[in-house]
């Protein structure tokens, strides 16, 4: 849990955007999606980052696992690529018995994803163009 914390807090240092874990033993019958949301707003997750912030939550008791995020992260998260994370990263490792490894894979691809899309943002094609100096 500790090597994850400071995993977590380096990332947001360089990234930017909050990504909460959190893991419960069960949704009590709620819709995973439903919970998730009502657990990140009664958390305030991303407000201390501009309203960026993301979510993993997983029920094992439940065999759920969902990716939220705000809507200050729309157009560089979709959940399309979270769904994929769900499926490609963390399920493998949960059906090998290994709820962190799955939770570490996921935290390692929303943050590269993010990094991915925020150099596209910050690509020198995109910068100004400079302006030639002139001599006096």
């Known amino acids: 849990k500790k090597q994850l914390e400071i ?3 380096k990332l947001r240092a360089e990234v930017g955007p909050q990504l909460v ?3 419960i033993k069960s949704l009590d019958g709620r819709d995973i999606q439903a919970f998730t949301d009502d657990w990140a707003n009664d958390r305030r997750v991303g407000e ?3 309203g960026e912030g993301m979510v993993i939550l997983v029920a094992p008791t439940d065999k759920k696992v969902r990716i939220s995020y705000t809507n200050n992260l729309r157009g560089q998260l979709s959940d399309a690529y979270c769904s994929k994370v769900i499926k490609e990263k963390m399920l493998p490792s949960f059906r090998q018995g290994s709820m962190f490894n ?3 894979a996921g935290v ?3 943050y590269a994803e993010l990094r991915r899309v925020n ?3 910050i690509s020198p094609s995109s910068a100004p163009a400079r302006q030639p100096a002139t001599g006096g």
Do not use: E, P, Q, R
Request: hydrophobic share 40%; charged share 20%; glycine share 6%.
């Open 7 to 9: 995993k977590l807090n």
């Open 119 to 121: 150099a596209n943002l």
């Open 21 to 23: 874990v959190s893991t």
């Open 102 to 104: 799955g939770i570490d």
């Open 108 to 110: 390692d691809a929303l």
């Open 48 to 50: 201390t980052t501009k």
